[in-house]
Nanobody
Framework: QVQLVESGGGSVQAGGSLTLSCASSGYAYSRNLMGWFRQAPGKEREGVAV????????YYADSVKGRFTISQDNAKNTVYLQMNSLKPEDTAMYYCAAQIGRLGGSWYAWRTYNYWGQGTQVTISS
C-alpha cells in the first residue's frame, strides 16, 4: 500500500532552520502533486508548499514565501522542505500529502490529496 514517511521535525529557536523529508512508496499510479500541509492546535490544516512531481512547478503559501523551499528527488521518490528563518508561528504538526492516480483540485486544498503521512512536529521557540 501507499506509504508516506516523514522525517526531520524537531525544536529550534526562532531564526533557525529545519529540513523535512517525505519518502513515498507502494504506489502503482503516477504521483501528480506532493507537498506539505501544517496544522496548529485549534487551527485548520493549511497548505504550506507543494510541488508538481512531473512539471517541477512549486506552490507556496504567502506566509512562507522566501523562507521555505520545496524540492524533490524523483529517483528516491522523496520530497524535501527546507525551512529557514523559522518563526514561532510556524509551530505546527507538518503533514506530507500526495495526490496519486488522479488529477485536479487546488494545490492548497486538503481534499485534493488522497494520501497523507502521519505528521512530524515542528516547534519554534522565541
Amino acid at each position: 500500500q501507499v506509504q508516506l514517511v516523514e522525517s526531520g521535525g524537531g525544536s529550534v529557536q526562532a531564526g533557525g532552520s529545519l529540513t523535512l523529508s517525505c519518502a513515498s512508496s507502494g504506489y502503482a499510479y503516477s504521483r501528480n502533486l506532493m507537498g506539505w500541509f501544517r496544522q496548529a492546535p485549534g487551527k485548520e490544516r493549511e497548505g504550506v508548499a507543494v510541488i508538481g512531481t512531473r512539471s517541477g512547478t512549486t506552490y507556496y503559501a504567502d506566509s512562507v514565501k522566501g523562507r521555505f523551499t520545496i524540492s524533490q528527488d524523483n529517483a528516491k521518490n522523496t520530497v524535501y522542505l527546507q525551512m529557514n528563518s523559522l518563526k514561532p508561528e510556524d509551530t505546527a504538526m507538518y503533514y506530507c500529502a500526495a495526490q496519486i492516480g488522479r488529477l485536479g483540485g487546488s494545490w492548497y486544498a486538503w481534499r485534493t490529496y488522497n494520501y497523507w503521512g502521519q505528521g512530524t512536529q515542528v516547534t519554534i521557540s522565541s
